[in-house]
Structures are given as C-alpha cells and as structure tokens.
T-cell receptor, first 113, second 114 residues
Framework: RKEVEQDPGPFNVPEGATVAFNCTYS??????FFWYRQDCRKEPKLLMS???SGNEDGRFTAQLNRASQYISLLIRDSKLSDSATYLC??????????????FGSGTQLTVLP | NAGVTQTPKFRVLKTGQSMTLLCAQD?????MYWYRQDPGMGLRLIHY???????AKGEVPDGYNVSRLKKQNFLLGLESAAPSQTSVYFC?????????????FGPGTRLTVT
C-alpha cells in the first residue's frame, strides 16, 4: 500500500463548478498535512496546510479526518487558472533530525470554459 | 530574490556518463532536498541536508551522491548514469525540518539517459 494515495483523475469540470479531491495516508503517526499545486512542467508550490480543525483560504477548503486517515480539498467556483495537478503531502517518518515529506502522485484537474 | 535555482534545466546523458546538478538558494535556509519525479509516482526523496557539511539518505539514494559545502548550494551527482535515472529532478529548501515550514522548489532539471 502506498503511504499516500490519491485518485489520479483526471477531473474535468466546467468553470464555476465545485470539485473535491480526497487523499488517504497510511502512517498514523503523521502530524502535518499539506496540499501542493503543480502546474504542467513546473515545480510544486504550497497551496495550503491542513489543520485538524479544517481551514479555508478563499475558494479552497481543506479538511482532515485523523480517525480515518483521510484528507480532502474542496475547490468552489472553479476558475480556468485552477487547472493543475494537486499533490497531497504528509510528513512521514522521522529520519535523524529531519522529518521527511511523503508526496502523493497527484490528482489532475482541468477546468473547462 | 531568486528563491531556488537549478542548473542545468535539461540534459541528455549516455549510459555510464557522469554529471552534477547544482541547486542554489538565497533564502538562508538550513534544509535542502533533492527529489526525483517520475510519471504516475509522487516525488521521491533522494538525499537531503540539514545544514552545511551534512547530508543524509532519503528514500531512493542508490546511484546518487550529494555534497553541501556551502549553505546556499546543494549538489547532486550521478557517477555512472543509467536509463533508470531518466527523470525530472527537483531541488527544494526549507527554513526548518518541522513540517509546518513550506518547502520551496526549484524549477527542475529534466534528465534523459540513453
């Protein structure tokens, strides 16, 4: 079983739609969770951190369910510029003095005009 | 403020050749990382460094070596390239290892080994 699993998609949605991505992780000791965004042939960039209480940043809402080891990202009122691959990221095992991040393989989103 | 830069952007190697990828950051970050990204797989950590003069192995270190002689630079070396090392390589840096700190990525190096 992969440490971080995501539905690869692709998700093709019309502008203005609401879309949700899910992610599950296997390491119950994980403490920090993130969503990164990666545009085609570009580097990943942090979209938002995911907190236990859930958090919202404009049209984006992230939720964490520790009991089910499940993370979600909701995008409301989708824009063309939201088209990208969304990476679920979890901090994994501690190795020496550094905690390593484990990246999911990503969910591809295309917002259609 | 350039952030994280990587050189070269593209490279084609023949099997058995060697090369060094250079990563530089101007954010005074202590932690630096090298990842590889292959189709259908998440980024996988090759090696990382928690400070000048220190390096450590990540998830997929075989076939690679690294050095961190200066705080701002992190070099990734391939001593004898193999086709399995065809990939996109990303360097990243962060202020701290505690996972609340964002990792900043460079633009990537696309390497093809024939």
């Amino acid at each position: 079983r992969k440490e971080v699993e995501q539905d690869p998609g692709p998700f093709n949605v019309p502008e203005g739609a609401t879309v949700a991505f899910n992610c599950t992780y296997s390491n119950s000791a994980s403490q920090s969770f993130f969503w990164y965004r990666q545009d085609c042939r570009k580097e990943p960039k942090l979209l938002m951190s995911v907190y236990s209480s859930g958090n919202e940043d404009g049209r984006f809402t992230a939720q964490l369910n520790r009991a089910s080891q499940y993370i979600s990202l909701l995008i409301r009122d989708s824009k063309l510029s939201d088209s990208a691959t969304y990476l679920c990221v979890v901090n994994g095992q501690s190795s020496g003095s550094a905690r390593q991040l484990t990246f999911g393989s990503g969910t591809q989103l295309t917002v259609l005009p | 403020n350039a952030g994280v830069t990587q050189t070269p952007k593209f490279r084609v190697l023949k099997t058995g050749q060697s090369m060094t990828l250079l990563c530089a950051q101007d954010m005074n970050h202590e932690y630096m990382y090298w990842y590889r990204q292959d189709p259908g797989m998440g980024l996988r950590l090759i090696h990382y460094s928690v400070g000048e003069g220190t390096t450590a192995k990540g998830e997929v270190p075989d076939g690679y070596n690294v050095s961190r002689l200066k705080k701002q630079n992190f070099l990734l070396g391939l001593e004898s390239a193999a086709p399995s090392q065809t990939s996109v390589y990303f360097c990243a840096s962060s202020y701290s290892s505690t996972a609340d700190y964002e990792q900043y990525f460079g633009p990537g190096t696309r390497l093809t080994v024939t």
